[in-house]
């Protein structure tokens, strides 16, 4: 199985029409195109999720004031999208169809091919608290990553061909319900991901 995105070229830089946040202010927070083929025999749907794999563990450096934070930080992931159900006929989701512009307090339903679901990302968790973001973020919300990190973001996603047309999930899941849900049903597995950054310095590096 295979994947690619016309908007953005494999381990290249997302433009920031398809992230959250921009150097100077929010980005355009579409969802990128993606489209796969050579789809395993006895797929009954897909399940995509988007993960960045750099995100740093102590979210308090986040945007701090005269820090830096460094390469050698440790990291964790952070989920953008989490989608199951996906048809098995589905090839392709265009750009901006599933998200376009952002939704201050999360989308409450999100676009997505017929019959598929979206999950929570993690900006429900991110944003906790806040008296004008906070709220439950479903769907597509694209890269934020820190100003002030000195490392390139990965931006992956990942998708799987699954034996089943549905899956077991509760009623606002996770991608850790998701992989819990899957185990054992996965037929294929396919990645593409693309780079972003918010610090001007590494951007020009």
Request: with cysteine; aromatic share 10%; proline share 7%.
């Amino acid at each position: 199985m295979r994947i690619r995105s016309d908007s953005f070229e494999h381990r290249g830089h997302i433009p920031p029409e398809f992230a959250m946040g921009a150097i100077e202010g929010f980005g355009g927070n579409r969802n990128p195109h993606l489209a796969w083929d050579d789809v395993p025999g006895g797929t009954r749907s897909f399940a995509l999720l988007c993960i960045d794999t750099d995100a740093p563990t102590d979210a308090s450096l986040a945007g701090k004031t005269g820090v830096e934070i460094p390469v050698a930080h440790p990291r964790g992931n952070f989920v953008h999208w989490t989608m199951v159900d996906i048809g098995a006929d589905v090839r392709e989701i265009a750009a901006g169809s599933c998200s376009d512009g952002i939704t201050r307090q999360g989308k409450r339903d999100p676009h997505g091919p017929a019959g598929s679901r979206q999950g929570l990302n993690d900006y429900t968790g991110w944003f906790a608290g806040d008296a004008d973001m906070g709220g439950e973020y479903l769907g597509y919300d694209g890269p934020y990553p820190p100003p002030n990190d000195l490392r390139v973001h990965r931006y992956f996603f990942r998708l799987f061909a699954l034996d089943l047309a549905t899956l077991e999930l509760p009623a606002k899941f996770t991608a850790a319900d998701v992989f819990h849900a899957m185990d054992g049903h996965v037929l294929g597995e396919t990645s593409v991901y693309g780079l972003y950054s918010l610090n001007p310095a590494v951007m020009a590096a």
